[in-house]
């Protein structure tokens, strides 16, 4: 199973900029997809952002386009970019893939490869 270790997490003051990486331990081949989600303390676990093997990428409304979902291809990295940070963005924030081509933010339940997560922490 492929590893994925998240690291870029921290403190920020509100409308700061974070930038996420999302390193995995070796090169995934074929139909895949791959995304960010969060959970903040007391709160289910939301889908952030979603990219597919062909580059596609979905995001949750909830990101107001302030997030950026992409990939590093040769360093088997995905990342997320971060710009204009609210106090709510304020959670864990966890890599995870799936293989097959069904690619979105909602389906939480069928990404079965998992980070440990990295924490977010937004300041007034």
């Known amino acids: 199973q492929v590893q994925l270790v998240e690291s870029g997490g921290g403190s920020v003051q509100a409308g700061g900029s974070l930038r996420l990486s999302c390193a995995a331990s070796k090169y995934i081949v074929g139909i895949y997809c791959m995304g960010w989600f969060r959970q903040a303390p007391g709160k289910e676990r939301e889908g952030v952002a979603v990219?597919?093997?062909?580059?596609?990428?979905t995001y949750a409304d909830s990101m107001k386009g302030r997030f950026t979902i992409s990939k590093d291809y040769a360093k088997t990295t995905l990342y997320l970019q971060m710009n204009s940070l609210k106090p709510e963005d304020t959670a864990m924030y966890y890599c995870?893939?799936?293989?097959?081509?069904?690619?979105?933010?909602?389906?939480?339940?069928?990404?079965?490869?998992w980070g440990q997560g990295t924490q977010v922490t937004v300041s007034s």
């Open positions: 995870a893939l799936r293989y097959g081509s069904r690619c979105t933010w909602s389906y939480l339940a069928q990404f079965n490869n």
């Open positions: 990219i597919a093997s062909d580059g596609s990428t």
